[in-house]
């Protein structure tokens, strides 16, 4: 190689190490390490502290309350909010992650869904605990969102759906108690008789002193009957003063439970219908309506609260198998059940048309006509 283009290559591997060296040390702002990334969205600590969550969009919001040992959801009534959705919530918020930064630019924000919805977390004394603003899910359970006050927005691996109308928050499980709970049960029967059945445990079977000798309890029919009571569901709300527009066309019909573990209640069961027609209603211009009240010997039942709130609407077939004589729940001697008081040509109870059928997992299961009950588990 001649001397004057070696010197020229020289010069350019020279300069060339130059501007590298340069590239590398250049005086560039560091990139913002973000502590919240990795980080759960909400503390545990946060929602174990709430006792009141708003949710806002707009003109739409939704409050939902911690009450005694319960939520409430203000916007329906003060009825109990579903533990279901309960948990879905505490669940997205809690158990999501903060996966990475996503932009601080207000440009960018609209497209990716702000403003958004508005949530607060608060405490017993009103004391904001957190506060954040979702945009857009984006399609694969993440949700971009920024906390309130800043500009950051985040990408989440969470997603909540909410429930389209302030009623699908409702809890629709009125009643919780198994059969295995009760430890005694008086029927209070048409004729103004009533009947106690009574058991020391969950495993023995049913017994009563005011049946006479002879009788054979239907412990299949009253197992089922009452597993029935212990899921009682919710069908519909109606305002307290509708109950003057009704007239009671059956007589109220109740029961006192009494539980091992538990206060006595008694439930109490009515069926009112109007001339007025119902759209839903297959029967012939009536309105029926099947309510359930429940009254509490000591603690109120939280089912009591809500009867002094709404008219609560249940299933009719909930009337329809209520027991209405002796011979209902037992099979009773024929010299005696010659006195009882219902004939061959009256029917246990009248059934009518009910406003919707129940579905599947609601269905109660039909009473037992069999003449053995031997062998019958109380379960």
């Known amino acids: 190689m001649k001397p004057k283009p070696l010197a020229l290559f020289t010069a350019a591997v020279a300069v060339l190490f130059v501007l590298t060296l ?4 250049r005086a560039t702002p560091e990139l913002a390490t973000d502590k919240k990334v990795g980080q759960p969205v909400l503390d545990v600590s946060i929602l174990r502290d709430t006792v009141w969550i708003k949710i806002q969009k707009e ?76 945009g857009r899910p984006t399609g694969d359970d ?45 029927f209070f029967l048409e004729d103004g008789e ?27 029919t009253i197992n089922d009957l009452l597993r029935s009571w212990g899921r009682i569901r919710l069908q519909d709300t109606h305002d307290l003063s509708q109950k003057d527009d009704f007239s009671t066309t059956h007589p109220k019909r109740k029961a006192k439970l009494q539980f091992y573990n538990r206060p006595t209640l008694e439930i109490r069961i009515s069926r009112f219908s109007s001339d007025e027609p119902d759209n839903e209603a297959e029967s012939a211009g009536k ?37 209405v004589h002796r011979s209902d729940l037992a099979r009773i001697p024929r010299e005696e059940a010659a006195t009882d008081q219902r004939s061959e040509e009256a029917p246990i109870s009248v059934t009518s048309d009910p406003l919707s059928l129940p579905s599947a997992d609601e269905s109660l ?6 003449d053995s009950e031997e062998g019958e588990a109380n379960e």
């Not at 429940?294 to 329809?320: A, G």
């Open 22 to 25: 340069w590239w590398n040390h």
């Open 59 to 134: 003109n739409d919001s939704v409050n939902l309350q911690l009450h005694e040992n319960w939520w409430e959801i203000a916007e329906h009534h003060d009825l109990p909010v579903s533990n279901q959705h309960l948990r879905e919530l505490a669940g997205a918020f809690s158990e999501g992650t903060i996966t990475r930064f996503v932009t601080e630019r207000e440009d960018r924000r609209k497209g990716l869904g702000f403003p958004g919805r508005k949530w607060e977390f608060r405490s017993e004394d009103g004391e904001i605990l957190a506060a954040l603003e979702t």
């Open 142 to 186: 993440r949700t971009f969102f920024r906390f309130a006050g800043e500009e950051t927005v985040y990408l989440g691996d969470f997603s909540y759906q909410l429930p389209e109308k302030p009623g699908d928050w409702v809890d629709r499980q009125l009643t919780d108690f198994s059969l295995r709970e009760l430890s005694s049960v008086t």
């Open 194 to 220: 009533s009947l106690t059945l009574t058991r020391n445990s969950p495993d023995e079977r049913w017994e009563s002193e005011d049946l006479p000798e002879g009788s054979r309890i239907r412990q299949t």
């Open 287 to 323: 309105t029926l309506l099947t309510t359930v009240e429940v009254v509490p010997e000591t603690r109120p039942h939280r089912l009591h609260q809500f009867n002094k709130q709404r008219l609560l609407e249940t299933r009719n077939r909930l009337y329809d198998d209520f027991p």
């Open 365 to 370: 299961p039909a009473p037992s006509t069999g």
